[in-house]
Nanobody, 122 residues
Framework: QVQLVESGGGLVQAGGSLRLSCAAS????????MGWYRQGPGKQRDMVAT???????NYADSVKGRFTISRDNAKNTVYLQMHSLKPEDTAVYYC????????????????WGQGTQVTVSS
């Protein structure tokens, strides 16, 4: 089974920076994209940033210009560099990997990490 291992969360002051990392391990047929999602208390899990194997990126409007997503396809690893952090960025950040489970699968499947806490103090 695929496992996503996250690291880099923590507590920072507003205006500070953090770098999140996530590596996918296990037997993986194909991963099309990886990304980061976040969920605050009582809120839905929302997309923060995604990146395809080809390097195409997508960001939530709230993080554009502050966060940068990157990847190492060979290592199935994705990073999220966060700058100018704000208290509203406080959430549990989840790593996501989307791909095919087998050669006969036509639909994408989402794998999720356990989440890492990011807390930004005012």
């Amino acid at each position: 089974q695929v496992q996503l291992v996250e690291s880099g969360g923590g507590l920072v002051q507003a205006g500070g920076s953090l770098r999140l990392s996530c590596a996918a391990s296990g037997i993986i047929f194909s991963i099309n994209a990886m990304g980061w999602y976040r969920q605050g208390p009582g809120k839905q899990r929302d997309m923060v940033a995604t990146i395809t194997n080809g390097g195409s990126t997508n960001y939530a409007d709230s993080v554009k210009g502050r966060f940068t997503i990157s990847r190492d396809n060979a290592k199935n690893t994705v990073y999220l560099q966060m700058h100018s952090l704000k208290p509203e960025d406080t959430a549990v950040y989840y790593c996501n990997a989307r791909g095919r489970r087998s050669i006969v699968s036509t639909a994408n499947y989402d794998y999720w990490g356990q989440g890492t806490q990011v807390t930004v103090s005012s």
